[in-house]
């Protein structure tokens, strides 16, 4: 099995900073892109930033420019930094990982977790 858990989520005032960090752990043989989803309440999940193998990255529209996505591959980890936060980024964040889990499959399995909250509001 896969779990991944979400970390950094919190209270922060408009214009400021958080890190969000989740880990991917259990039956791992690979993992190839990874990826931040958010969702607020009465609204739909929204890719927010996703990141390859290679590390190529991609963002929404409303995140460009504020925040970045990192992984490191040793680890199994993936990272949303999140500048100039606004209030409308409220919402719960939540990582998501394409996982290959042995050598005899080349198949990738998305999973994902249960999400970290963050608020924006002074």
């Known amino acids: 099995q896969v779990q991944l858990v979400e970390s950094g989520g919190g209270l922060v005032q408009p214009g400021g900073s958080l890190r969000l960090s989740c880990v991917v752990s259990?039956?791992?043989?690979?993992?190839?892109?990874m990826a931040w989803y958010r969702q607020a309440p009465g609204t739909q999940r929204e890719l927010v930033a996703v990141?390859?193998?290679?590390?190529?990255?991609n963002y929404a529209d409303s995140v460009k420019g504020r925040f970045t996505i990192s992984r490191d591959n040793a680890k199994n980890s993936v990272y949303l930094q999140m500048n100039s936060l606004k209030p409308e980024d409220a919402a719960v964040y939540s990582c998501?990982?394409?996982?290959?889990?042995?050598?005899?499959?080349?198949?990738?399995?998305?999973?994902w977790g249960k999400g970290t909250q963050v608020t924006v509001s002074s």
């Open positions: 990141i390859s193998s290679g590390g190529r990255t």
């Open positions: 259990g039956s791992i043989y690979s993992i190839n892109d």
């Open positions: 998501d990982a394409g996982v290959r889990s042995n050598a005899k499959s080349d198949r990738f399995d998305r999973y």
